[in-house]
């Protein structure tokens, strides 16, 4: 089954909780604290495996959740940071953020590493809070939540030759003509669902060919295979473009031309300048010949290998010229956009998170927000220290005078995350 497409769900390991503690020593009276740190949680990180070719594997399994970091222990003993969830990925896959519809990164190259989700920093234990007016804090941290997003993978596959055009031109029948790839061949429109790859041997040099789903007008909008064919030619080194230019199906063989660089024009602008070989296929059949000397006449600057993938005549010197086309080209043509759309992804400044916001429920005052509710899920609210620490921290993010001025009184229900309080002057 070929899959280039999946949506799924990551999260960072959540970091260890630090631990309050105290030195009980023979010879040590009134020991100090002795609360470690909790450990690092694990990122979930992606890599490239050149024996995967698709996204079969994610159907199956669409949670990654790394594992969380170990808990501080007495004695000043740190927690162990944890493993990274480490998840393989065929070349090609570009990972993109489902809420924000922004690519993360983009996958290429063999042993290529991504973080998708990184993991939460550990809890501080109660040596980290002693000072000299309080040497004996029963104040510890939760650890940090890990990150946690959905994300979208799509696959483009990495082949040097890709061949496009209308459906039931003859390209399953070319591949399978050059190549030991079997692919499915009918007499109807659409018998290729997903693309196709086979090796293409000529000796000395050899390539891999891709026959990808037939187009049709309106693609780049989403129309018939649309997107799901068009993201497989922007990795391409080499389009061939192949046209029936007997007319089987009663289309014109120019306006095919013209129609299928449109629909790749108005997909991604850079595919109008990528090399392109235009094939003339099924000369066997009467109707061709005037067909093409027509064509010819409409695009006399265009070079046009003339074929029958079905009898063969002509294939291997087609083969020939691709494989002299590529030897000009240079070996990973997209490699710029990929580091154009990375060089986006990493240095993107990132807007700060509001403080927070309050809305009702109701008879409830609602508190919302990034940093708020991460601060409440790290405090330790069974530890009295900790719980007014909380409390003082709120009064300095300003959301005491906030729930005033929107009308909280003493004995309100005030809630963050899934912590509810009653509000008191």
């Not at 162990?80 to 990972?95: H, L, S, W, Y």
């Not at 449109?262 to 602008?269: D, F, K, V």
């Not at 109707?287 to 695009?299: C, D, H, Q, T």
């Not at 070996?331 to 993107?348: G, I, L, Q």
Request: hydrophobic share 40%; proline share 4%.
């Amino acid at each position: 089954m070929f899959v280039d497409q999946v949506k799924v769900y990551v999260k960072g390991g959540d970091g260890g909780n630090g631990a309050v503690s105290f030195r009980r020593e023979k010879y040590v009276p009134l020991g100090g604290p002795a609360g470690g740190d909790g450990g690092q949680g694990g990122d979930v990180v992606f890599v490239v495996d050149e024996g995967l070719r698709t996204l079969v594997d994610f159907r199956y399994q669409r949670h990654f959740k790394a594992p969380r970091g170990e808990h501080g222990r007495n004695k000043s003993q740190h927690g162990a940071g944890a493993e990274d969830m480490v998840v393989r990925v065929p070349p090609g896959t570009t990972v993109i953020d489902d809420d924000t519809k922004e690519v993360i990164v983009d996958l290429v190259e063999q042993g290529q590493r991504a973080v998708i989700a990184k993991g939460g920093r550990g809890g501080r234990g109660n040596i980290r809070f002693a000072n000299s007016s309080n040497p004996a804090p029963h104040i510890s941290e939760n650890g940090e939540p890990g990150q946690e997003r959905y994300i979208v993978m799509e696959l483009k596959l990495i082949a040097d030759v890709g061949l496009v055009g209308y459906p039931s031109v003859g390209k399953s029948t070319l591949l399978s003509s050059v190549t030991a790839a079997k692919p499915k061949i009918a007499a109807y429109h659409f018998t290729t669902l997903t693309p196709n790859l086979g090796v293409v041997d000529l000796g000395e040099q050899s390539f891999v060919m891709a026959d990808l789903p037939g187009l049709i007008e309106g693609a780049h909008e989403g129309v018939g295979l649309g997107h799901q064919f068009l993201r497989h030619v922007e990795r391409t080194r080499l389009i061939v473009h192949v046209i029936d230019m007997a007319a089987v199906d009663g289309r014109d063989p120019y306006e095919d031309y013209l129609q299928i660089n449109r629909e790749l024009t108005m997909y991604n602008l850079k595919l109008e300048d990528r090399p392109q070989i235009v094939v003339a296929n099924k000369m066997e059949l009467p109707e061709a010949e005037e067909n093409l000397r027509i064509f010819k006449e409409k695009v006399p600057d265009v070079k046009v290998y003339e074929i029958s993938a079905a009898t063969r005549q002509g294939v291997q010197e087609l083969m020939y010229a691709i494989g002299d086309a590529l030897a000009t080209i240079p070996d990973k043509p997209a490699v710029e956009e990929v580091a154009e759309v990375e060089e986006r992804v990493v240095f993107r400044a990132e807007k700060e998170p509001e403080e927070f916001e309050i809305t009702r429920d109701n008879e409830v005052f609602v508190v919302s927000g990034e940093k708020i509710e991460k601060l409440v899920r790290m405090t330790n609210l069974t530890s009295y220290d900790a719980a007014q620490r909380f409390a003082r921290q709120m009064r300095f993010m300003g959301v005491d005078d906030a729930l005033r001025k929107l009308g909280a009184k003493d004995g309100d229900t005030v809630r963050i995350g899934k912590l509810e309080f009653d509000f008191v002057e």
